[in-house]
């Protein structure tokens, strides 16, 4: 009986041995496959990060490179812009630059009352030179024209071809007295102007016509005025001559 007793203790003893073995042994994977898990975890941690960090960089070079190409486009519209609003002959506005210019200056003189005239010039015998003497002549004329017109204003005015032999001139700050003064001087620059074609000497002369700008100014009518002026001036000119 005791025999038996001593038996089962010790086949007890081993089985609370092993099981005690068992969980040491199961502990130990669980701890190493946690390990594992960890290391792997972080590995990934690390690539992701690296990712993140190599996407970062390519999307600043990829921002780099559109407002470069953003730069270059806007060059090339204002240089297209400024072609189209420019005479090529003479490198000065054309009526489209000259009307934007001049819609933009009455804005400015309705908002802070300001003053300006605006001058229409036709040059009187172009035609007739560009007949009997051929267009580069002609050319000459209307460059000599720009010349000396350009030497009566300040750097603040500005100067377009309205057309073919028809020019406009937008001055600032000055009264309707001083800017009909100024027209006469342009008359005045102008005729003055002489030319040698195939050993003859050749004048063009140019009549002028001005509307005083005023809050109340509106671009097509202004412009009617200046030229409806300029034709009632080219009349008195051809009457005086």
Known sequence: MKKKTKATASGAAKRRKGATAARKSASGKSGTKRAGTKRADAKAAGTEASTRGAVASGDKSTIRKLRAQLARAQARIEELQASAETDFLLDILNRRGFERELARSLSFIKRYQASGALIVLDVDRLKPINDAYGHAAGDEVLKAIVAAISDQIRASDVIGRLGGDEFAVLLWNLS????????????DAIDRLTFVFRNSHVSAGASAGVAILTAHSDLDRVL??????????????????
């Open 176 to 187: 309707e007295t001083d800017a009909r003064a100024k027209a006469a001087a342009l008359e």
């Open 224 to 241: 009617d005025e200046a030229d409806r002026a300029m034709y009632v001036r080219k009349a008195q000119r051809r009457h005086e001559s």
